[in-house]
């Protein structure tokens, strides 16, 4: 069935309007001048919608040349075009559609890399640590602790930033290291620990590679 209804057509060359008669058909629209002329035939994928006044349905050729429009004020022929035309979209619905689609992606994409950050990563340690040499590791921890000094040292106190080396402090140094001998002896470490105890004024642990 082919359903029918007024319009105005301008051919792109010249600045007259034709009244037409534009008729949908199952594949093409078609822009019919009152003597049956076919000004315009235009599949429904190579229509594009052109910026109008409120109320007005401005068509074009996605890709022509010839500047050529087609206006529809008729509402119900407006909505019979939009319904067979995919590229015309009046009601935001395939606009709706992306943005859902964007939103389910993008939520796939964050359950993907929570996945990979909770599971993914710790699998691949566990198998890869093994694999590397401890005097790598060792240069590794050697490196990451004097970044990591650089940062918590804010007052830049040197030798002083570690506890333990005043007199006062020898005698809790020395426990300190004797509890660390004994952690690692009871868990069969199979690297030695060592352990470093730095002025901060909040509680907090840190380990490093090797």
């Given at each position: 069935?082919?359903?029918?209804?007024?319009?105005?057509?301008?051919?792109?060359?010249?600045?007259a309007?034709?009244?037409v008669?534009?008729?949908?058909?199952?594949?093409?629209l078609?822009?019919?001048?009152?003597?049956?002329?076919?000004?315009?035939?235009?599949?429904?994928?190579?229509?594009e919608?052109?910026?109008?006044?409120?109320?007005?349905?401005?068509?074009?050729?996605?890709?022509?040349?010839?500047l050529?429009?087609?206006?529809?004020?008729?509402?119900?022929?407006?909505?019979?075009?939009?319904?067979?035309?995919?590229?015309?979209?009046?009601?935001?619905?395939?606009?709706?559609?992306?943005?859902?689609?964007?939103?389910?992606?993008?939520?796939?994409?964050?359950?993907?890399?929570?996945?990979?950050?909770?599971?993914?990563?710790?699998?691949?340690?566990?198998?890869?640590?093994?694999?590397?040499?401890?005097?790598?590791?060792?240069?590794?921890?050697?490196?990451?602790?004097?970044?990591?000094?650089?940062?918590?040292?804010?007052?830049?106190?040197?030798?002083?930033?570690?506890?333990?080396?005043?007199?006062?402090?020898?005698?809790?140094?020395?426990?300190?290291?004797?509890?660390?001998?004994?952690?690692?002896?009871?868990?069969?470490?199979?690297?030695?620990?060592?352990?470093?105890?730095?002025?901060?004024?909040?509680?907090?642990?840190?380990?490093?590679?090797?």
């Amino acid at each position: 069935m082919t359903i029918s209804g007024a319009g105005t057509f301008f051919d792109g060359a010249t600045s007259a309007k034709h009244a037409v008669t534009v008729e949908l058909a199952a594949d093409v629209l078609r822009a019919r001048a009152a003597d049956g002329t076919v000004l315009a035939e235009w599949r429904y994928d190579e229509l594009e919608t052109v910026p109008a006044p409120e109320g007005i349905l401005r068509l074009g050729q996605a890709g022509s040349p010839v500047l050529a429009r087609l206006e529809v004020r008729d509402r119900c022929l407006a909505d019979a075009i939009d319904d067979r035309s995919l590229p015309v979209d009046r009601t935001g619905r395939g606009e709706r559609r992306m943005r859902i689609k964007v939103i389910v992606w993008s939520l796939i994409a964050t359950a993907s890399l929570v996945g990979v950050a909770v599971w993914g990563v710790p699998q691949i340690a566990t198998r890869l640590t093994p694999l590397v040499p401890y005097a790598v590791e060792r240069r590794l921890g050697e490196l990451i602790e004097a970044q990591t000094r650089a940062t918590l040292d804010t007052r830049h106190a040197g030798a002083a930033f570690e506890c333990g080396n005043t007199a006062k402090e020898k005698s809790g140094h020395a426990a300190f290291d004797k509890l660390m001998k004994q952690l690692e002896t009871a868990a069969g470490l199979p690297m030695p620990l060592h352990p470093l105890v730095v002025r901060q004024p909040e509680a907090n642990a840190v380990t490093l590679p090797g």
